[in-house]
């Protein structure tokens, strides 16, 4: 086979947790120019969402190298002169990436070239707008998911008089599939019975009063309907962080109900659930988005309100808005084509072209000899009573250079430190699986 003629492109993609990396690793790969042959190397940041080796097999995707570090040693990585990059990628909660900014700055701070830095929301941005956003600042591109995502973020940068150049506009990188298909309900044969998906999130909603209500109607919809194929699907196991904290996890609750035999819990990769699905229930996940651009009928539930808390006022004006009474009774949403043109969903076809602005701002930048310093809004005299602390929670100083006996990342780390950190990570989440909801029932008292 001969040798690839394609102009390599080294990229590195930081992310905390399971749906980030799946979103930094996609991402990474959509926005390379068309021409390029992209080595990616991915690097997890150590913490309580950590993907578990089984998180990253159901991500499935695949890099050239992966490895755990803290934001010290992914800085010092990116500082050393024998490790060129052309596209950092940063996958990471807003707070960190102000962080890993000032670290970027103060690690390449006199190199006549640098990489590109890019970041961006791993889903629908619903909260924190200005918070999240102020903190992403200073990227050379801020991706958005959406047309309306794009206004809104130019709005708030402008807002504040902070550069809104590099501001985006793309689609989410994992949104794929074929389109659905009504089934024939005077088909013999098909693909089975008729199939609903909830689509569970880690932390919406967080009462235990909300989750088991939610529990209880997926499983009455299962009674009501026995031709039908209920599915419950799962984002983590047990044990398990994702991006949100889930201290009750349906897991436990399904053990005390009785649900019927066309009842069940689903692992695996969304995409490979949604083949086989004919309607995604969800109170807010981004899995709606997902469902609707493979034309899917999609509800977003109205049983718990429709509240900034749940997420789900951003689905108003979608079509999608429906209680489970509704759905018992045989409702099926349409949705409204200007409000899914608006968020990026493509449903119209256009979604391979969704990335084309962002590959062709890509490829500019690399054509330039020198970028200028990264320049986050946040400064020590911008706001000297908020960045200090962001920076120390990753061991960084006020200049972002790494703080005394911040860790070594030109060592393993001891079988002791191994061992502390495993136990750590298990006692944290004990804590807030179990402890944290006892202390909270007493308080109710």
């Not at 390449?108 to 961006?120: F, H, M, S």
């Not at 899995?287 to 749940?310: M, N, Q």
């Amino acid at each position: 086979m001969p040798a690839s003629t394609s102009k390599p492109l080294r990229v590195a993609v930081l992310a905390d947790s399971d749906t980030r990396w799946k979103w930094g690793s996609l991402t990474a790969n959509r926005i390379s120019p068309a021409e390029s042959d992209v080595r990616l190397d991915g690097f997890l940041l150590r913490g309580r969402a950590t993907p578990t080796a089984r998180q990253l097999e159901e991500v499935g995707v695949r890099a050239d190298s992966l490895r755990e570090v803290t934001a010290v040693e992914f800085l010092r990585e990116m500082g050393r002169e024998d490790r060129v990059y052309d596209v950092v990628v940063l996958a990471l909660v807003g707070g960190a990436v102000q962080a890993v900014l000032h670290g970027l700055s103060r690690a390449w701070d006199g190199r006549a070239k640098r990489p590109l830095v890019v970041t961006g929301y791993v889903g629908v941005v619903y909260e924190k707008l200005a918070d999240g956003l102020l903190l992403r600042h200073g990227a050379d591109l801020v991706l958005a998911n959406s047309r309306q995502d794009a206004d809104r973020f130019r709005a708030v940068y402008e807002g504040v008089g902070a550069d809104a150049g590099s501001v985006t506009e793309v689609a989410l990188p994992f949104l794929g599939g074929d389109a659905y298909t009504e089934r024939d309900p005077s088909a013999e044969r098909g693909r089975g019975p008729c199939t609903v998906v909830f689509a569970a999130q880690p932390s919406v909603p967080e009462s235990r009063k909300d989750r088991t209500y939610l529990l209880d109607r997926l499983i009455g919809h299962a009674r009501l309907h026995p031709d039908r194929e209920v599915l419950l699907k799962l984002r983590s196991k047990p044990g398990e962080h994702t991006t949100h904290i889930e201290e009750l996890p349906y897991q436990k609750l399904v053990q005390k109900a009785d649900p019927p035999a066309n009842f069940r819990l689903v692992y695996g990769h969304m995409g490979e659930v949604l083949d086989r699905t004919d309607l995604l229930v969800t109170v807010s996940s981004t899995a709606a988005l997902e469902s609707l651009h493979r034309r899917i009928p999609t509800v977003v539930l109205t049983d718990l309100g429709v509240r900034e808390a749940l997420g789900n006022h951003h689905f108003v004006g979608s079509g999608c808005l429906a209680s489970w009474d509704q759905l018992d009774a045989g409702h099926r949403p349409v949705p409204d084509p200007g409000w899914v043109a608006r968020q990026g969903v493509a449903a119209d076809g256009s979604y391979e072209t969704a990335f084309d602005a962002a590959r062709r701002r890509i490829t500019e930048l690399l054509a330039v000899d020198g970028l200028p310093p990264l320049a986050p809004y946040y400064t020590p005299v911008t706001a000297p009573g908020y960045l200090p602390g962001i920076l120390a929670r990753h061991h960084l100083g006020p200049d972002g250079s790494p703080l005394p006996g911040a860790p070594a990342a030109d060592r393993e780390p001891s079988p002791v430190r191994q061992f502390v950190r495993k136990a750590a990570r298990g006692a944290y989440r004990h804590g807030v699986q179990r402890v944290a909801p006892v202390i909270r029932r007493m308080g109710e008292l």
